[in-house]
């Protein structure tokens, strides 16, 4: 008798639900997608060009829709690397200086920031007096 073996991955956060033909959600939507995109190119570019170059035209069509699909690097799919991509290359700063900030520095700065509430505390203060003296200047004893 001959003994069978079943693989079992090591890591079960890589295994996928399957849904359909041992095909995941992701996969049928991107399949189907390009199915519903794919074929009906094929018959308006038949009309103009030969069938060979139609063909050839419905797989350029179809081909970001298959990659988006199966293309999974290190646990992320296509349109996420190509995200990153996109923020790397175009819009964050190509240029990204170093900027350390000084312990003391910030202490520094802290303390300027308390003294100038201070500052405005006490002047407050003196307003408020001056004002009461006025007050009570006005008063008939």
Do not use: W
Not at 68 to 91: C, D, K, P, S, W
């Amino acid at each position: 008798m001959a003994a069978s073996y079943i693989s079992v991955p090591r890591d079960l956060t890589k295994v996928k639900s399957k849904v359909m033909f041992n095909l995941t959600k992701r996969q049928l939507i991107c399949f189907g997608m390009a199915a519903l995109i794919g074929v009906p190119s094929f018959f308006l570019l038949k009309t103009v060009v030969t069938v060979n170059t139609a063909v050839m035209g419905m797989m350029v069509i179809m081909m970001p829709f298959f990659f988006m699909a199966m293309y999974e690097r290190n646990g992320q799919t296509l349109e996420v690397i190509l995200n990153h991509m996109i923020q790397a290359l175009f819009i964050r700063p190509k240029i990204r200086p170093y900027r350390t900030d000084n312990y003391y520095a910030a202490l520094m700065r802290q303390a300027e920031a308390e003294r100038e509430v201070e500052k405005i505390v006490r002047l407050s203060q003196k307003e408020k007096s001056g004002q009461q003296k006025v007050h009570n200047a006005g008063r008939i004893k």
